[in-house]
């Protein structure tokens, strides 16, 4: 069971407070913002970011380091504490290592023919996986870059059945995360589908979604689902997805206005949070409840510990917590 936690909007509250659009937690549980417009990433420590690096300086920083970032969108955590930072506005990948606060260029998209970047994540084996969004196909790399695989050749598709790296095709790829098996998830945006990539055996299956849009499925088998499309809207299809430790799933249903939940053991999917019908005018922290948060726009989600943070791009960041349960003593 989940509660609110806590709302705010980030537009009218001191940034640190937020996440912005994009932030998220490192492997050890620090947090970072990444501010796309402004072309900055930093780590956030109290009510100031420890340091940051970017074209841009923020006023709240105490350590800046200048750095050729555009629009910044995700960032990941690996367990000696270096930091992998996707640029997508310059298709650029960068790796740090906070003891030497060394920003090192590790993929030039542009180089290696990158349409564009959404996510870079890490598999079970240290590898890095990219999601190229409008190019239709996934990008593995050892840790300094050197490519190993290119999964999808362009062209956009759909399979249901489980299919090698060399057969795969995907259709507008809008996020990627890493699951507590090690393995990598895939938000298939545009074929309105999750599905994983199995690090092990080399090949992908379908997880969730049938391929076309809607809003169906729930209390049924994931695979059977529905996620929600506009195709008037350049960004079609759901937005985001995170995993937690126990390996559910989260989607950020984006054009249907909620947040879906697949339980990894049942494979059963239902809405978390969120109204599709868009009823409720006004989030409120004291009256909300989760099937009246209002959610517009879904652009991110963050996973840490026992909270989701769910992002919307007009600026509301609501948490939610998972409730503690109470257990009856006899």
């Given at each position: 069971?989940?509660?609110?936690?806590?709302?705010?909007?980030?537009?009218?509250?001191?940034?640190?407070?937020g996440f912005v659009q994009f932030g998220f937690h490192d492997y050890q549980g620090d947090r970072y913002a990444l501010n796309f417009d402004q072309g900055w990433?930093?780590?956030?420590?109290?009510?100031?970011?420890?340091?940051?690096?970017g074209a841009c300086e923020p006023k709240d920083s105490l350590k800046h380091y200048q750095a050729d970032i555009s629009e910044p969108t995700y960032l990941t955590g690996m367990k000696d504490g270096t930091i992998i930072l996707v640029s997508s506005g310059n298709r650029k990948v960068y790796k740090l290592q906070p003891s030497k606060m060394v920003l090192d260029l590790i993929i030039d998209g542009k180089t290696i023919g990158l349409?564009?970047?959404?996510?870079?994540?890490?598999?079970?084996?240290?590898?890095l996986w990219i999601n190229e969004i409008?190019?239709?196909?996934?990008?593995?790399?050892?840790?300094?870059?050197?490519?190993?695989?290119?999964?999808?050749?362009?062209?956009?598709?759909?399979?249901?059945d489980t299919v090698g790296y060399n057969?795969?095709?995907?259709?507008?790829?809008?996020?990627?995360?890493?699951?507590?098996d090690g393995h990598i998830y895939v938000l298939d945006s545009r074929n309105y589908a999750v599905r994983k990539i199995d690090v092990?055996?080399?090949q992908i299956e379908l997880i969730a979604g049938t391929g076309q849009p809607g809003y169906h499925g729930d209390g049924g088998p994931a695979l059977q689902a529905r996620f929600g499309g506009d195709h008037k809207s350049e960004f079609d299809g759901p937005?985001?997805?995170v995993l937690d430790e126990e390996g559910n799933i989260y989607v950020g249903d984006t054009q249907n206005h909620v947040v879906r939940f697949i339980d990894s053991r049942k494979q059963v999917i239902t809405t978390l949070a969120g109204d599709p019908n868009l009823e409720t005018e006004v989030n409120d922290l004291h009256q909300a409840?989760?099937?009246?948060?209002?959610?517009?726009?879904?652009?991110?989600?963050?996973?840490?510990?026992?909270?989701?943070?769910?992002?919307?791009?007009?600026?509301?960041?609501?948490i939610l917590k998972k409730q503690a349960l109470n257990h009856k003593v006899d």
């Open positions: 069971m989940w509660e609110i936690e806590h709302m705010l909007h980030f537009k009218n509250e001191p940034i640190l407070k990433f930093g780590k956030v420590k109290q009510n100031h970011l420890e340091w940051s690096f349409k564009d970047i959404g996510n870079c994540e890490f598999d079970k084996h240290g590898h409008t190019g239709c196909r996934v990008w593995q790399f050892n840790i300094d870059g050197q490519l190993l695989n290119c999964l999808g050749d362009g062209i956009a598709g759909f399979q249901t057969e795969v095709r995907f259709n507008w790829i809008y996020d990627l995360r890493r699951g507590p092990d055996q080399q937005w985001s997805l409840k989760l099937d009246q948060l209002r959610l517009p726009l879904i652009c991110s989600l963050d996973y840490y510990n026992g909270r989701l943070f769910i992002p919307e791009w007009d600026g509301d960041l609501i």
